[in-house]
């Protein structure tokens, strides 16, 4: 296995089903789990989508501008696959020539404001998804132990193969898949 399967399986594993697609540009409202002592509660917080950043892995972030009372511009950034973010709606969208729209920050009241704002409306919600997956059967995933040994051996297949080409051998089939060669060592293990 490569670094991009563990990430596609800890992304299958613990990514949203249902990741919000939202983009610069968009005014949103995201609600978030707020948990204060024993008490859980949502806060909605709705602003304009600056920046979006990291794509969609487990890594990818969108932050929320908005200004408060008195003025005060207040942002905040949320991972896109938060366990703590319960949902976005998107209430509109404007056309942006920009990835980051960060020349925000310094305008007020009408040169706030976009040429091209349409309402387009859209709800990404956790909690339907989750309910349709219970319904599913779903098959026991790897342990993350067996993953990372996994991953251990095809690294060093690779560092043997790369050894005997510096000392001047001739690229084996090893080379062109390790991950087949590992697959191959495991077999003849269960054969035995």
């Given at each position: 296995m490569l670094k991009t399967d563990v990430a596609n399986l800890l992304l299958a594993k613990y990514g949203k089903k249902n990741a919000p697609a939202v983009k610069p540009g968009d005014t949103v409202r995201v609600h978030q789990k707020i948990r204060e002592g024993e008490?859980?509660?949502?806060?909605?917080?709705?602003?304009?989508?600056?920046?979006?950043?990291?794509?969609?892995?487990?890594?990818?972030?969108?932050?929320?501008?908005k200004i408060a009372v008195g003025g005060?511009?207040?942002?905040?950034?949320?991972?896109?696959?938060?366990?703590?973010?319960?949902?976005?709606?998107?209430?509109?969208?404007?056309?942006?020539?920009?990835?980051?729209?960060?020349?925000?920050?310094?305008?007020?009241?009408?040169?706030?404001?976009?040429?091209?704002?349409?309402?387009?409306?859209?709800?990404?919600?956790?909690?339907?998804?989750?309910a349709e997956a219970a319904d599913m059967p779903v098959a026991e995933p790897d342990t993350m132990q067996d993953i990372l040994e996994e991953v251990v051996e095809v690294t060093t297949v690779q560092e043997e193969v790369l050894a005997d080409v510096a000392?001047?051998?001739?690229?084996?089939?090893?080379?062109?898949?390790?991950?087949?060669?590992?697959?191959?060592?495991?077999?003849?293990e269960a054969t035995e």
């Open positions: 008490k859980e509660r949502v806060q909605i917080f709705e602003g304009l989508v600056i920046a979006v950043k990291h794509g969609v892995g487990l890594d990818g972030t969108f932050t929320v501008r005060i511009g207040v942002e905040r950034t949320y991972p896109l696959h938060s366990p703590n973010i319960v949902k976005v709606e998107r209430v509109k969208t404007a056309e942006v020539s920009r990835a980051k729209l960060y020349y925000m920050r310094d305008r007020k009241g009408k040169t706030a404001r976009f040429k091209q704002e349409v309402q387009n409306p859209m709800t990404w919600d956790e909690s339907a998804v989750v000392e001047g051998e001739t690229m084996p089939e090893a080379a062109v898949n390790p991950e087949q060669v590992v697959a191959e060592e495991k077999s003849e």
